[in-house]
C-alpha cells in the first residue's frame, strides 16, 4: 500500500500557469517544502550530482567499457569513433545523442559512478539527452539546472502515482520514466510553456508503453545499455512534437497512471526475474561485433 501522498502533474502545471513561473520553480518549491533543506542547498546538490553524471559520460565516450560479463564491449565509444569519421547516418549530433546514453549506461555496466536518474538501468537517459542538447543549442547552466529539476520533478510525480522500479512496473517504469523526465524537462530548458511539457511527457512515456524488462543473466547490460539510447531517442522525438505544437489527447496524468496499471498486470516474467522475453534466448548465436564489421 502506498503510503506517500500521490501528486498530480497537471496541479503543478496549472500552477506555474496562473504564477507565470517555469515548471522548475514549481518543483523546487515542493522540494523545499518536502525535504526542509534551503533552495542554495538543492540547487547545489543539483549541481554536484550533474558533475558526476557528466564524468560518466566523458569517462564512457573516452575510453571503451568492458563489463566483468563479457557482454559490454566498448559499444558507446565505438559509435563515437565511427561518427567521427563520418558514418553517422543523420550528421554528427545524433550519433552523439546515442552515444552519450550508452555511454552512461555502460559505466554504469562496469560498476563505475553514476547517478541513478531515476534508476540505474535508466541512468543513461536524462543526462545524455540534456547534455547533448545543451551543447547544441548553448544553453545556459542555470537553464541546464533548471531541467534537471523538472525532470526530478517529473520523476517523483511517475514514483508516486505509478513506479519507477523495472521489477514493479517492466522497462516501461525505467526507461519509459527516464525518458518521460527528459523529454519533459528538455521542452522547459527549450522555452517550451508547461502545458508542452505536460504533452512531452505524455507522448514519451505513451510510446514506450508496455516495455518489458528482461535483463540477461539477471545483469544490467542486455538490453539495458541499448534500451537507454531508444529512451532517449524518443524523449528527443517527444519534445520535438511537444514544441512543434503537436497536442496530447491523453492528460500526462493519465497516461502515468496508466503505465502503473500496465505494469501491474505484467506478468512476473517481464519484471526484472530474467524468466523471459530476450533473458530466455541464447547467447552467441547471433553476430558479433567483429563479424558485422566483416
Ligand atoms: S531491462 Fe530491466 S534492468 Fe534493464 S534497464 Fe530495463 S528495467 Fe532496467
New binding site residues.
Given amino acids: 500500500m502506498r503510503t506517500m501522498k500521490e501528486i498530480s502533474l497537471e496541479r503543478f502545471i496549472q500552477k506555474v500557469e496562473e504564477s507565470g513561473q517555469p515548471l522548475s520553480e514549481a518543483f523546487l518549491q515542493h522540494e523545499i517544502t518536502e525535504t526542509g533543506k534551503p533552495r542554495e542547498m538543492l540547487w547545489e546538490l543539483m549541481r554536484t550530482r550533474m558533475a558526476v553524471m557528466n564524468q560518466a559520460l566523458k569517462r564512457g565516450l573516452e575510453s571503451p567499457q568492458r563489463s566483468r560479463s563479457g557482454l559490454i564491449q566498448g559499444e558507446a565509444h565505438r559509435i563515437a569513433n565511427w561518427a567521427a569519421t563520418g558514418g553517422s547516418l543523420l550528421g554528427g549530433g545524433f550519433s552523439k545523442l546515442i552515444a552519450s546514453a550508452m555511454a552512461i ?1 555502460e559505466v554504469n555496466a562496469c560498476m563505475g559512478r553514476i547517478v541513478a536518474a531515476p ?4 541512468c543513461g537517459v536524462l543526462p545524455a539527452t540534456l547534455f547533448t542538447v545543451a551543447g547544441e543549442r548553448a544553453v545556459s547552466e542555470e537553464a541546464l539546472i533548471r531541467a534537471f529539476l523538472t525532470a526530478g520533478g517529473i520523476g517523483l510525480v511517475i514514483e508516486r502515482s505509478a513506479s519507477l ?3 514493479e512496473g ?6 519509459g520514466s527516464a525518458s518521460a523526465m527528459a523529454a519533459g524537462a528538455l521542452v522547459e530548458m527549450l522555452g517550451g510553456p508547461p502545458v508542452q511539457v505536460g504533452c512531452a511527457v505524455a507522448f514519451a512515456l505513451g510510446n514506450l508503453m508496455g ?5 540477461v543473466r539477471g545483469l ?2 542486455i ?2 545499455v541499448k ?2 539510447a531508444l529512451g532517449e531517442v524518443n524523449a528527443v522525438t517527444a519534445a520535438e512534437m511537444a514544441l512543434a505544437g503537436c497536442g496530447s489527447v491523453f492528460s500526462a496524468d493519465a497516461v502515468i497512471e496508466t503505465m502503473g496499471k500496465v505494469g501491474r498486470h505484467l506478468p512476473e516474467e517481464f519484471r ?1 526475474t530474467a524468466r523471459g522475453g530476450l533473458a530466455l534466448l541464447p547467447i552467441g548465436d547471433g553476430m558479433s561485433p567483429d563479424q558485422a564489421r566483416a
Fill in positions: 549506461a534508476t540505474a538501468g535508466s522500479s523495472g521489477a517492466g522497462c516501461q517504469a525505467e526507461v516495455l518489458i524488462c528482461d535483463p544490467v547490460e538490453p539495458c534500451r537507454n526484472e
